[in-house]
Every structure is written in C-alpha cells, then in structure tokens.
C-alpha cells in the first residue's frame, strides 16, 4: 500500500527525526492502521535523500512481520530508488531491537548491495519515541556481518582484509627500522665526539667504529 504524505511532511530526509515525524503521524491514522500489528513501511529516496515514495510492505501479528526480502526492494528498483529506510512498529513499547529484527536487517543489507541501493537505517518506532539501528551502531555492525554475504564474497573480503593487514605491518616496521637506524647513528655520533675529544685521530676512530672513510667524515660534520 502507497503512504501518501501529508501537505505539512517534509519532501526529503535530513536526519532520523524527519523519519520519524512523519511516520509516527502515519502509525497514528487510527482509521487506516491497526496499531496492534506489526507493519514494516519502507521509505524510498533518490541520493540526495528527497522522498520519492513510502510503501507498506507488511502487516503481520502484535508481535512479528514476516517479510519477504525481494518485496521490500521490487518498489525501489521500479522507482530507481538508490537509498531506502526500513521501519516498523513494535506494538508492545519495547524499542528494544529482536534477534529477529537483527537477523532481517542482516539480510536485506547483503540483498540491498546486490540490488546496488543502499539500506541506509532501519527504525523501530512507537507512537512516543523510535530506535535507530544507525544511530546506535547496530547498523555498523551488521554491515560487517558474514552470515548472509555469498561464499566468493567472503573470500574477497578476507583477501582485501590480508593484504591491508600486511601493509600496515609493512608501514610499522619500516618504522622500526628507520627509529633503530637513527638511533644506532645517534649512539655513534656520540661516541665519536667522546672520541674526538680525546684526540683520537679520524682514521683510528673509523677503525674502531668499523665505518668507510665517507661514513665517518658524514659522522664528524653532523657532529660539529
């Protein structure tokens, strides 16, 4: 089913707020909706966040929506929606996120990457107050979830991840590397000044350090 919006609702998403706002009016349309099932609404966008359509996707029991992944996009890719919002009602209160919850937003994200659009939140509203799985990192952590993305993807992942890895760890001990150099030079400018200032000759002291001629004559000008 189509929400039409109304003459006073906003025409395009800023923040949760403005998601909220409008849709807690619509759970509010007593006449049209009955608030003791759970519904999930979805809200389609172009990329600069302009409203281009909001669909009821589902109408399940007081305490669960069954949903069907495909249904929540086949609106979307229609329109050529490239970001969308998910939103449903928790008819108890609880803006607590279910393991159900969880496990559907999981899904629809790797599904939303095929399909190229991106699931931007999912909100869990009451008629007095909402969750936003984004706002509460839920979402950032559920982009990193393995559990619905396909084998080859995965691969490709830790592939992307290995090298990363190794390149940091390339980066760091270079940094070793370069911090022991100055160190020994620093240690040897030393004690070649303490050397110098015996009256040890230049010669003898390149002996004793074990330095070409050319080393010891960069050691003494940085010395001086």
């Avoid at 007095?128 to 979402?139: A, D, E, N």
């Avoid at 022991?180 to 009256?199: H, N, P, Q, S, Y």
């Amino acid at each position: 089913m189509d929400i039409k919006l109304a003459k006073h609702d906003k025409r395009y998403i800023e923040s949760t707020d403005d998601v909220y706002s409008i849709m807690q009016r619509v759970l509010l349309r007593e006449n049209k909706i009955d608030q003791e099932k759970e519904h999930l609404w979805i809200i389609g966008m172009n990329q600069r966040g302009y409203i281009l359509y909001i669909e009821l996707i589902a109408l399940g029991s007081y305490k669960a929506v069954n949903i069907e992944p495909m249904n929540v996009f086949r609106v979307a890719v229609m329109k050529n929606a490239s970001r969308v919002i998910l939103v449903h009602n928790h008819p108890s209160g609880s803006l607590i996120p279910s393991e159900e919850d969880k496990d559907i937003t999981d899904r629809l994200i790797q599904v939303a990457r095929i399909l190229n659009i991106e699931l931007t939140d999912h909100l869990i509203i009451t008629p007095r107050s909402y969750i936003s799985f984004r706002t509460t990192r839920l979402m950032e952590e559920l982009e990193q979830s393995l559990k619905y993305v396909p084998p080859y993807q995965v691969v490709e992942r830790i592939r992307k991840e290995e090298k990363q890895i190794a390149k940091e760890q390339l980066a760091v001990e270079k940094g070793k590397t370069r911090a022991e150099k100055e160190k020994r030079e620093k240690l040897m400018r030393a004690t070649v000044t303490a050397l110098l200032d015996k009256g040890v000759p230049i010669e003898d002291i390149a002996k004793i350090l074990e330095i070409t001629p050319k080393a010891m004559e960069r050691l003494v000008n940085k010395t001086e």
